[in-house]
């Protein structure tokens, strides 16, 4: 892993187990191993388009089910970003994605305004998409988001497959992020509010 904007993370609980690294100026290379195949693969797609650094593993208690295992992930993903951006001086804060994903169409915008806040519209067609409950991406995205401080809109525009339109969640939220995060030429040093912090 390169030299960036780094984070690691360890977590330990009753329930899970889970060590994180994050370099938000990287490459877009991931090691992912949650336990749980989909989130898995939804992880990597965000780092690749993300352009992030990702090495993630967890282990839960998958017996029960993958709640506490997506939603503790959420966690310490929202923490590494977090402490990934320091006190943000110069960073872009704003950015957005529109993104297709074959009939799918979604919507995110992110602002790095030390504000957890999720507002998520995005109906699934499908509970399930193999053995993954969907309704635990609006799970990992609160987590995220209230961890790492930060507000996400994400809109469904159009799409009926459910593994479509999820796919284009995660790809949009990493673009979006890599948007927010990236640093400003024009004001190097400069926190991105009139109050001098975020």
Same mark, same amino acid.
């Given at each position: 892993?390169?030299?960036?904007?780094?984070?690691?993370?360890?977590?330990?609980?009753?329930?899970?187990?889970?060590?994180?690294?994050?370099?938000?100026? +990287? $490459?877009?290379? %991931?090691?992912?191993?949650? *336990?749980?195949?989909?989130?898995?693969?939804? #992880?990597?797609?965000w780092?690749?388009? +993300? #352009?992030? =650094?990702?090495?993630?593993? /967890?282990a839960?208690?998958?017996?029960? &089910?993958?709640?506490?295992?997506? !939603? &503790?992930? *959420?966690?310490?993903? +929202? !923490?590494?970003?977090?402490?990934?951006?320091?006190g943000?001086?110069?960073?872009?804060? %704003?950015?957005?994605?529109?993104?297709?994903? &074959?009939?799918?169409?979604?919507?995110?915008?992110?602002?790095?305004?030390g504000?957890?806040?999720?507002?998520? =519209?995005?109906?699934?067609?499908?509970?399930? @998409?193999? &053995?993954?409950?969907? !309704?635990?991406?609006?799970?990992?995205?609160?987590?995220?988001?209230?961890?790492?401080?930060?507000? #996400?809109?994400?809109?469904?525009?159009?799409?009926?497959?459910?593994?479509?339109?999820?796919? /284009?969640?995660?790809?949009?939220?990493?673009? /979006?992020?890599?948007? /927010?995060?990236?640093? $400003?030429a024009?004001?190097?040093?400069?926190?991105?509010?009139?109050? +001098? @912090? #975020?």
């Open positions: 892993m390169q030299a960036g904007r780094t984070a690691e993370i360890e977590r330990q609980t009753g329930e899970t187990e889970i060590r994180l690294r994050l370099n938000l100026d +990287g $490459d877009g290379v %991931y090691q992912v191993d949650t *336990g749980v195949g989909f989130l898995d693969h939804m #992880l990597s797609l780092a690749r388009h +993300g #352009l992030f =650094d990702l090495k993630l593993s /967890a839960g208690d998958l017996h029960v &089910d993958a709640h506490h295992t997506v !939603e &503790d992930t *959420g966690i310490c993903l +929202g !923490e590494a970003i977090k402490q990934a951006l320091g943000k001086a110069g960073i872009n804060r %704003y950015g957005q994605a529109l993104l297709p994903m &074959d009939e799918a169409l979604v919507l995110a915008a992110v602002d790095l305004s504000r957890g806040r999720l507002s998520f =519209d995005v109906p699934l067609p499908s509970p399930r @998409v193999g &053995d993954f409950d969907t !309704e635990l991406v609006e799970e990992f995205l609160q987590a995220l988001t209230a961890h790492g401080e930060f507000t #996400l809109h994400v809109r469904l525009l159009a799409g009926h497959n459910t593994h479509h339109i999820i796919e /284009a969640v995660f790809k949009a939220l990493g673009r /979006a992020l890599r948007q /927010a995060a990236a640093v $400003d024009r004001r190097p040093g400069q926190v991105p509010s009139t109050k +001098g @912090v #975020l």
